[in-house]
């Protein structure tokens, strides 16, 4: 018997490995759907088809499923997020030779973000006394988490975004590319792409995103509103076959298999051992090889990553005001936190809770506090930004 079909849009991240996994472990199959996945290169591409209709779903950026149901810069269209795909994942990569300047400018410790983010600033500002050409980095969108989570640890030692670097927008796949070419000298990416820098030999992993931030909801599994009201059978049943695979891959006897079905030419494309690597949190983070290791670096389905957290929209959306792409209002601020639904994760499994995470929902390392309640008092503690 034929499944309900759909099709749903990816780009070739390690977050997504529970959608792939979904799929080519037959979970979606055991829940009645037959899943096309189509892999891209762009957000804009996933975002566009996904609006317009042609994917069901999507792999997502978390903050273009609130920007589209805001109209930023781009068609309004109501999102709904059931499913997070993955809380943290990013990794901030540097050439050698920045890695280098950051190294001979650092005061601290080189995990710590606001001593390398003040090391930085040094860096940035005797470039400027040389009438060097400002740094070049590269995130993946606009709106997007790799956007705001470097902007929040430049920041935070000083550097402006804005005025004192070059921030360019690069496809996940092209970001290696681009230190090869010297077109960048810094990049903030998902996995698998910061350590295939590393196994290059061109580039350092400086920060996990989980440095920078305890939690970061990074990736959606997003579906249109209008689609999810009249398809609720459907949907309920793509979240339990995505919470089913997210459960094999983060048992450790899974993970070998997960990463040769997740190294596929069609999915994600790069060696297994990389993949591997990317789920145990264990990483070569330089050339010679040293390895850091964080049971933070990517979450996919334990200590509740599934279940999508409104207050995580919340920071998304005022990183969005902070940085001048959006007003600041209540009524924006309750579409964003609406666009994550735990309503409709819970219906589907039956789950009622993020068992097993306690604390700060977001926990930015600064140790500022973030309250949706107190958007304005948040926002008017930041000395650089763009309100």
């Not at 997003?222 to 049943?237: C, T, Y």
């Not at 990517?298 to 995580?312: I, K, W, Y």
């Amino acid at each position: 018997m034929t499944g309900t079909p759909l099709r749903i849009g990816f780009i070739p991240l390690v977050d997504a490995s529970a959608l792939i996994v979904a799929v080519d472990k037959g979970f979606a199959a055991a829940e009645g759907l037959d899943v096309t996945l189509v892999r891209e290169v762009s957000w804009s591409n996933v975002r566009d088809k996904l609006n317009i209709g042609l994917f069901d779903a999507a792999h997502l950026l978390a903050p273009v499923a609130i920007a589209s149901s805001l109209g930023l810069a781009q068609v309004k269209v109501p999102i709904v997020a059931p499913f997070n795909l993955g809380i943290n994942g990013n990794a901030i990569t540097v050439t050698t030779a920045l890695h280098a300047a950051i190294m001979a400018e650092l005061d601290g410790d080189p995990v710590d973000p606001l001593a390398t983010a003040k090391a930085l600033a040094r860096v940035v500002a005797a470039r400027r006394k040389r009438g060097e050409d400002q740094l070049t980095i590269g995130m993946t969108f606009p709106f997007s988490t790799h956007n705001y989570q470097l902007r929040f640890w430049m920041a935070s030692g000083g550097v402006d975004p804005d005025e004192d670097v070059r921030l360019v927008v690069l496809p996940p796949p092209y970001m290696v590319d681009s230190i090869v070419n010297g077109h960048v000298d810094a990049f903030c990416v998902g996995a698998p792409w910061n350590s295939i820098a590393v196994d290059l030999g061109v580039g350092h992993i400086l920060h996990f995103v989980a440095d920078i931030l305890a939690r970061a909801a990074e990736k959606v599994l997003a579906v249109r509103e209008p689609w999810a009201l009249e398809n609720p059978d459907v949907l309920k049943r793509l979240v339990r076959a995505h919470q089913a695979a997210a459960d094999f891959i983060e048992t450790p006897e899974h993970r070998e298999e997960a990463s040769v079905i997740l190294s596929r030419s069609d999915r994600i494309g790069v060696d297994a051992e990389v993949i591997r690597r990317t789920l145990t949190g264990r990483l070569k983070v330089a050339p010679d090889g040293t390895i850091r290791e964080s049971n933070r670096y990517l979450l996919v389905g334990r200590e509740g990553a599934g279940r999508p957290d409104p207050v995580q929209a919340a920071w998304l959306y005022a990183q969005m005001v902070r940085w001048g792409q959006a007003p600041l209002n209540n009524d924006f601020l309750k579409i964003a936190m609406r666009v994550f639904r735990p309503d409709l994760y819970d219906a589907a499994t039956g789950h009622t809770s993020g068992a097993g995470f306690m604390g700060d929902s977001v926990g930015e390392f600064t140790g500022r506090p973030f309250d949706p309640a107190r958007l304005d008092q948040y926002l008017s503690s930041f000395s650089i930004a763009r309100r």
